[in-house]
């Protein structure tokens, strides 16, 4: 399940307490439901243990190169 799926499912009175149990405030974890941030692996790996595992680390970011995946870590541009 992505995001923002889950916090349309979510009790409204809920969304604080995830944000507090993510280290977060309620409207940065809407900014990263609906694309316009993305979760670092920290807040990732929170959303998962926080959701119980309906949420993973991996689905909210499949771009960073997770244990035991396929996927290799994609250069930045300019970056050495």
């Known amino acids: 399940m992505n995001l923002s799926a889950y916090l349309k ?3 409204p009175g809920h969304l604080d ?3 507090k149990a993510t280290g977060t405030k309620p409207v940065y974890l809407r900014q990263v439901s609906r694309g316009f941030r993305r979760p670092s692996m920290t807040l990732a790996l929170k959303l998962e243990a926080a959701s ?3 949420l993973t ?3 909210l970011r499949p771009d960073l190169p997770w244990p035991g995946s ?3 870590p994609t250069p930045t ?3 050495v």
């Open 17 to 19: 307490a995830l944000a």
């Open 77 to 79: 541009p300019g970056v």
């Open 52 to 54: 119980g595992g309906v």
């Open 9 to 11: 499912v979510l009790h």
């Open 57 to 59: 680390a991996r689905e």
């Open 70 to 72: 396929s996927n290799p």
